[in-house]
């Protein structure tokens, strides 16, 4: 099992969840902030992605229509909830380059032909081998000066304390929420010495816990969770820490922080090839683009951990690092991160049966099924919705 150091200094990324759907029909136009249309060029790319990295790609694209390369390239931009953006791609809404929160959602469009069986190896750049560019950890969000000192996930089980998350049937992001605290407990029993099958229970009974316990209200969203903690529901709002960085530039009253066990979450992108139409060419160069070491560090600047410090084996941040006081600053430093991969790998001794044989399932997959698919554990504690 792999767990990532902290450094010490500052570490981590994203927290709270998307600013709402932000929906540009591809062909048409998309504008950064500022009012600069985004939309010019000879060639097209219909950016499809779920609404977190907004920011970061108003950004990036920025950055990428100053190169040569993408001195020509216009941009269709859609963003909205990560399943429901998957659909819409599988539906065949025009698209040549998908961003969503979850390998499954894309997955989807490879079941479907329309992105490419090998779509995650050979990317330049690409430090994590599954087309990753940016990520984040899971956060805790709570009132300023976190009054309830909330900092382990065993804090969050304390009589009367109130959790805000979204729910995991309609929220990509939900699912690294339960994911983070889910491992925790897990690796924590495994280190005590019991045995995985005793940790396993032990895990899900706390989170059996939290859920019915202590998440009183059930959020589709991640916007609408944000919504609800900022309308003062909750004591602890668990999110991207992205999204408590963006919440904080905004001037909000919180504090966030990462609690002793969080999780690396991991945002990959992905050709759409299999369609009649697009430009595969355009969107292959700006997806390369995406792991440069000039868009990292536009990535890092809007509160997105790039891949090369997302997948740093010995937890060091050179991205972070290098910004500027105010930005590096802004990350919050971890302890423990566990990752799909370590999961994955105690769930392919504990659950055989799916891990092996003709319909074997691997890394995300295999968490997924066991956890958050029809018959996974989660969805049953939170009622068989799946």
């Known amino acids: 099992m792999a767990r990532v150091p902290g450094t010490g200094a500052v570490l981590a990324t994203v927290g709270v969840l998307a600013l709402g759907v932000i929906f540009a029909l591809p062909g048409g136009t998309s504008d950064d902030p500022d009012g600069t249309d985004v939309s010019s060029g000879s060639h097209r790319i219909n950016l499809v992605a779920y609404s977190v990295p907004k920011p970061g790609f108003d950004a990036v694209i920025a ?25 819409k791609v599988a539906r065949r809404v025009p698209a040549d380059l998908v961003n969503f929160s979850l390998e499954p959602d894309i997955t989807r469009l490879v079941k479907e032909g329309l992105v490419d069986e090998d779509w995650k190896e050979s990317i330049p750049g690409d430090e994590s081998g599954r087309s990753v560019p940016f990520g984040s950890v899971v956060s805790f969000v709570t009132r300023a000066g976190n009054p309830e000192n909330l900092e382990t996930w065993d804090d969050l089980l304390a009589p009367g304390i109130e959790v805000i998350t979204p729910n995991p049937a309609s929220s990509g992001s939900a699912k690294w929420n339960l994911l983070a605290p889910y491992a925790g407990w897990y690796f ?51 999110s991207y820490e992205n999204e408590a960085i963006l919440l904080a530039r905004d001037g909000e009253d919180f504090t966030y922080l990462n609690p002793t066990d969080t ?39 809007e509160g997105f951990r790039p891949g090369s410090d997302l997948f740093s084996e010995d937890g060091s941040t050179p991205v972070i690092d290098s910004l500027p006081t105010e930005q590096r600053d802004a990350f919050r430093p971890t302890e423990n991160i566990w990752t799909i991969d370590d999961l994955a790998d105690q ?40």
Do not use: C, M
């Not at 992108?269 to 697009?278: N, S, Y």
């Not at 392919?348 to 319909?359: Q, S, V, W, Y």
């Open 63 to 87: 950055g990428y229509r100053q190169t040569e390369q993408g001195s020509d390239t216009g941009f269709a931009e859609s963003y909205g909830a990560s399943g429901d953006q998957s659909r």
């Open 188 to 238: 924590a029993a495994l280190d005590r010495g019991e045995d995985a099958t005793s940790a396993h229970a032990e895990a899900l009974d706390k989170v059996g816990q939290l859920v019915n316990d202590h998440i009183r209200v059930r959020p589709k969203s991640g916007r609408e969770a944000t919504s609800a903690f900022e309308q003062g529901q909750g004591d602890v709002l668990l």
């Open 263 to 301: 999780f690396r979450i991991e945002n990959p992108v992905a050709v759409v090839t299999g369609d009649e139409d697009g430009d595969d060419a355009a969107a292959t160069d700006f997806r390369d683009y995406l792991f440069s070491t000039e868009a990292e560090t536009l990535w890092a600047s």
């Open 347 to 386: 769930f392919t001794e504990l659950f055989p049966e799916l891990a092996t044989g003709d319909d074997a399932k691997k890394g995300w997959a295999l968490v997924d099924a066991v956890l958050f698919g029809t018959d996974g554990a989660i969805t049953a504690i939170y009622g068989g919705q799946s």
